[in-house]
């Protein structure tokens, strides 16, 4: 099925899959979508990720991390910020700090997709993607 939005696609898939508890979840690969878990997996909100397939039918394979003997999910929520319909930019000091520092906001900005952290301590601003915590 065809996304206009894939970043809300792939949050809502692995929100999905951490809610039923499932070791991984397929989302179709992009520049974007492999960006995105690739500043999930350094933060540790996921396990690993990896391409599959070939062509135009590339998904990425992530594994999600839970924690505890009845296996809560690292990640408690998703929230998309910026859409297709009200894109939500923010300067270097207007960054947002989400839950406090608890959580992260991913960024994306002119050196690429980053954390807020990351981004404030560049002294660059830029499209506010999602919240994760």
């Known amino acids: 099925m065809a996304a ?3 970043i809300a696609d792939m949050l809502t898939r692995i929100r999905n899959a951490s ?16 960006a995105i878990a690739e500043v999930l997996k ?3 909100f996921i396990g690993d990720y990896e391409e599959t397939g070939e062509g135009i039918k590339k998904m990425l394979a992530i594994s999600l991390k839970y924690k505890g003997k009845n296996r809560q999910p690292i990640i408690t929520a998703l929230k998309r910020v910026s859409k297709p319909g009200l894109r ?3 300067n270097r000091k207007e960054l947002p700090r989400v839950l406090g520092g608890i959580g992260i906001a991913i960024v994306s900005t002119s050196s690429g997709i980053m954390t807020d952290r990351e981004a404030r301590h560049k002294g660059i601003g830029g499209e506010v993607l999602c919240y994760v915590w």
């Open 4 to 6: 206009n939005d894939t």
């Open 88 to 90: 939500v930019y923010s």
């Open 42 to 44: 350094a933060e540790g």
């Open 19 to 34: 809610l039923a508890r499932h070791q991984t979840t397929q989302v179709p690969s992009t520049r974007m979508t492999r």
